[in-house]
């Protein structure tokens, strides 16, 4: 369908005709990934190997939130989104289900959508980050690969390849509000710093494009050579990087008319590419050598020793801090993921909440994959701008075990965040995990019942409740006199459950008992009203639970009956 607001754009002078467009099976065996590529900052480059994550089927693209906590990764052939927590280093596959093929994925100003271009469906999925569901789905033209947000994240442009268009979407209303016709099979898409242009990679006829986004009119196109498919745009404007993926190229253009300042030949297949903030280091996904070449962007040459990635390697992103590089690895349907940071891991915490007495301390293990100094803080926002509770020399790998008392934490109850920061070669990096200082035990334990069985007494009560730590637990008391509770094994750990059966006890004999909750900071609650129960052979009684007979229970110091005046008849 042509929207009558799209523009026309008149073909480019090429030196060679237009290939014809390729059909949509042999379409996704070259084209890889579609991404959305922002530079960001990297004091050092972010080149050592930390982790590799398996993800849904054949990843294509990914994207950061803000916070920098989670990768959205598309799998293409999963049709879903996985979700990669880098704090935690854990993956939820397939977490959001979207339409079929989804490439392009971007994310809104506010970090609060994604937008999901679905190659295989002609749509886009609007996304809710929150409840990680698909809000809206919004019909565009055919096979839409790329997607790029504005500046001012009003209007979603999605290039779609076989329907020759950019579509334009608007943010306050999820409709096609206009588009532009190319007609020549639109791939990437960029926009400049300033956000008053739009770059789109021609990739059937190999040309690229420059759009004034005013008015939506082309002011600058240009001819290359090999099928251009994603861009890096410099952050100062002037220059624009794209990879050719046939040609084995990339190329360094002028901003301003796009003509090739410099190129370099990576002898393989590239495709996606990510600049690093300080406009020096190209990193590109060499898909055919399974690897990321490094360039050095003032003469694009390659500086370094590749980054062996997995298999197919295709979209390329670093973290808005510029500290960790990710690879989304399409033929084995992985993620890498590479660093300039120490990476910590919190081993243990134990207790997780402490109370304020001299014994009730807390020791946190932890260690750093670097050799290096720590420091360890509660609070604070960074080194040196918390409470210190332990500092020194870390060696790779070696566990180092840290002690937390409460006068370390504050006066008050509540959580308090456990700082760990390590240096190593000049970059600090830094973890934390949360203990909870709580003074205040759980409520009183309520309605203990003793059901009647042999040689056993089946137990159950109403959970108590605590608004600090949580419950922990539940201790039992009993002994054979009323308000003595003195059993050789009293009182007995239940662990955190509302039903207990005592074994082993002696039939013929009243035991009395008494319930209480202890919270995980060790707290404990005001002992239940004491109950009774003389454990004795049943004849001929059948319960459902097989577990005795729950039956009615005298109160702490009530006037004692037989138990043959409770029996359940």
């Keep these: 369908m042509r929207n009558p607001d799209r523009i026309m754009i008149p073909k480019p002078a090429v030196k060679a005709a237009p290939p014809a467009k390729t059909s949509f099976p042999a379409l996704i065996i070259w084209a890889m ?10 004091v050092a480059l972010p080149d050592r190997p930390i982790k590799t994550f398996t993800v849904g089927a054949r990843p294509w693209a990914g994207v950061m939130d803000f916070a920098g906590q989670n990768l959205y990764v598309t799998g293409a052939s999963s049709n879903a989104i996985s979700i990669i927590n880098i704090a935690t280093g854990t993956v939820n596959v397939n977490a959001i289900t979207v339409g079929n093929t989804p490439q392009g994925l971007a994310l809104t100003p506010d970090g609060r959508y994604l937008y999901v271009a679905n190659q295989g469906s002609n749509t886009v999925s609007k996304v809710d980050v929150t409840s990680r569901q698909v809000i809206k789905t919004i019909g565009v033209d055919a096979q839409p690969v790329d997607v790029i947000i504005s500046k001012d994240g009003l209007t979603v442009f999605v290039s779609n390849y076989a329907g020759g268009t950019v579509s334009l979407i608007s943010t306050a209303s999820d409709t096609v509000s206009g588009g532009i016709i190319l007609n020549y099979g639109p791939w990437g898409l960029a926009l400049d710093p300033t956000g008053q242009y739009l770059y789109v990679a021609g990739s059937s006829v190999n040309a690229i494009f420059k759009v004034r986004l005013a008015d939506l009119v082309v002011i600058v ?16 404007g002037t220059y624009v990087y794209v990879t050719c993926t046939s040609g084995g190229t990339v190329l360094k253009l002028s901003a301003a008319d796009l003509t090739v300042n410099r190129s370099v030949n990576l002898a393989g297949n590239p495709v996606g590419l990510a600049l690093t903030n300080d406009n020096n280091t190209l990193f590109v996904a060499d898909t055919l050598a399974g690897n990321l070449k490094i360039i050095n962007t003032a003469d694009m040459t390659i500086t370094a020793n590749p980054l062996s990635a997995g298999q197919g390697p295709a979209g390329v992103r670093i973290s808005a801090d510029g500290h960790y590089l990710f690879s989304m690895n399409s033929l084995d349907n ?77 006066v008050n109850d509540g959580q308090y965040t456990i700082n760990i920061y390590v240096t190593s070669n000049g970059q600090t990096s830094g973890a934390n995990t949360i203990i909870i200082l709580d003074t205040i035990p759980p409520t009183r334990v309520l309605e203990v019942k003793a059901g009647l069985s042999e040689s056993s007494i089946p137990m159950t009560w109403q959970p108590a409740v605590d608004n600090g730590s949580g ?8 002994g054979t006199t009323p308000g003595r509770y003195d059993a050789p ?22 035991y009395y008992l ?55 008849k």
């Design 33 to 42: 990934l579609s991404l959305v590529f922002f530079p960001v900052s990297a």
């Design 334 to 410: 992985t993620v890498t993921m590479w660093s300039d940071l120490s990476v910590i891991t919190i081993v243990s915490l134990i207790p997780t909440a402490i109370n304020k007495t001299n014994s009730n301390l807390a020791r946190l293990i932890w260690k750093s994959d670097t050799d290096g100094d720590y420091l360890v803080e509660i609070g604070g926002t960074g080194p040196g701008t918390g409470n210190q509770i332990d500092a020194g020399k870390c060696q790779k790998n070696v566990q180092i075990t840290t002690t937390i008392k409460a006068a370390d934490l504050g």
């Design 514 to 568: 008494t319930v209480s909750a202890y919270d995980k900071a060790t707290n404990e609650g005001e002992k239940s009203d004491e109950v009774s129960q003389m454990p004795s052979p049943i004849q001929g009684l059948v319960t459902d639970s097989g577990g005795g007979c729950f039956i009615a229970t005298a109160a702490f110091r009530a006037p004692r009956r037989a138990n043959r005046d409770f029996q359940m």
């Design 221 to 236: 196109s240009g001819a290359v050579d090999g099928q251009p498919l994603y861009f890096a745009a410099s952050n100062d």
């Design 489 to 510: 094994n009293s009182p007995i750990d239940a662990g955190n459950t509302t039903k207990y059966t005592l074994n082993g006890l002696q039939n013929g004999t009243t």
């Design 471 to 478: 419950v922990g637990g539940y201790k039992i008391y009993y």
